[in-house]
């Protein structure tokens, strides 16, 4: 298992790279004024964890500026992921992932609004994740010893981050 995730610092925008297979970087295009960046810190975050036969990721953008979204996006990232890893047993096909990657969602969104005493003081985040599993089929139950080349992906997204 490998987990690549990012930003790591405050203002870090290196990128993170798995074996040339996995490449994920979250940059700022907010100006610099003296020398520092207006906006900090980077409130994006991205999360893949990479399993032996399946992978599960997630995309999250805090809204606005500061450490209530940049924490926001952290958690959601984090809660997402960590159900569907928790679950993973459970996700064999794509109804049981989509259900599962909506109760994810469901959980970061609750451990968000939990990360603060006051809920009106919770920041705001958009988010994009899921799960890739190998497809399965009659060809491929026969050989399982050697990795699926077709995996399917189920997603889910809250806001504007998308998938291409």
């Not at 909506?102 to 009106?120: F, K, Q, V």
Request: hydrophobic share 35%; aromatic share 8%.
């Amino acid at each position: 298992m490998a987990i690549l995730m990012g930003p790591l610092e405050r203002e870090d925008e290196k990128p993170g790279i798995f074996r040339n297979a996995v490449y994920g970087r979250s940059v700022s295009t907010y100006t610099h004024i003296d020398g520092a960046r207006v906006g900090d810190p980077i409130c994006d975050r991205f999360l893949v964890c990479i399993l032996p036969n399946s992978y599960i990721f997630s995309i999250s953008d805090g809204c606005n500026w500061g450490d209530r979204p940049r924490d926001a996006s952290y958690i959601a990232s984090h809660s997402l992921c960590l159900h569907l890893f928790l679950n993973l047993h459970i996700l064999t096909n794509t109804q049981t992932a989509a259900r599962g990657v909506l109760n994810g969602l469901s959980i970061a969104h609750s451990e968000i609004l939990a990360s603060r005493s006051d809920p009106d003081d919770t920041g705001t985040t958009t988010i994009l994740g899921g799960i890739g599993l190998p497809c399965q089929t009659h060809h491929t139950r026969k050989r399982q010893a050697t990795l699926p080349k077709e995996y399917v992906v189920v997603f889910g997204s809250i806001g504007d981050c998308k998938l291409f």
